[in-house]
């Protein structure tokens, strides 16, 4: 069995104030609703862990009757961190699970072909994530301010979602993680700790993340593009 954990419980800080991003109209839908079908209508996934705040479950429910999605889901408070709102979802995955792909609510463009293959790579290696080459120059500053060292862009990669596992993989990552009181900002970081290798995944097209009202633009349009 393989189940998806969306993980929609963060507080949309870089958004600005009174802005829950999850929820912000694009293309003529909730920024959720368009992750969400995307592993609604992937048959590959068999049931669907959605991490949200306290409060808007409400919310969630409408979202699911309005669009009409047909798999199997259940809602799941989120925790202080989003590494906690993710042990929370794995907490509530049926025992049958053996595989999880882990979202990003607000990265709504992740193709089919995309959750499969990562599906795919963590059956056979226990560990697989997004991920795109970086392109860009990258510079290393110690101050914030100025530049100090340059970076071979040749060895590095932006990790993106799914980031799919081995349900006991997972488990026992983020347990260490727990154990001694870490913190990481996503899953992969986690294996680290526990010496799991993780596949890279490349990312053929755009999977962008909404993070900045300024992301807002792209997405609907890549949406849009997409569906036409």
Known sequence: MTSAIIVAAGQSTRMGPQTDKVFLQVAGRPL?????ERFDSALCIDEIILVVRDG??????EIADENQFTKPFRLVVGGQQRQD???NGLEA????????????AARPCTSLALIEATIEVARQEGAAVAAQPMTDTVKWSDDGANVSRHLDRSRLWSVQ?????RVEIIRRALQAVRERGL??????????IIGQRVRLVHVPG???KVTVQGDVAY??????KQEE
């Open 161 to 165: 979602t799914p980031q799919t596992f």
């Open 85 to 87: 709102s993710v042990w």
């Open 206 to 208: 755009p999977n962008p």
């Open 56 to 61: 808007l479950q409400g919310a969630l429910a």
């Open 219 to 224: 997405v609907e349009m890549l949406l849009q």
């Open 32 to 36: 959720l609703a368009h992750t969400w």
């Open 93 to 104: 995955l049926s025992p049958a699970a053996q595989i999880v792909a882990i979202q990003d």
């Open 183 to 192: 913190q990481v900002t996503d899953d992969t970081a986690a294996c680290e």
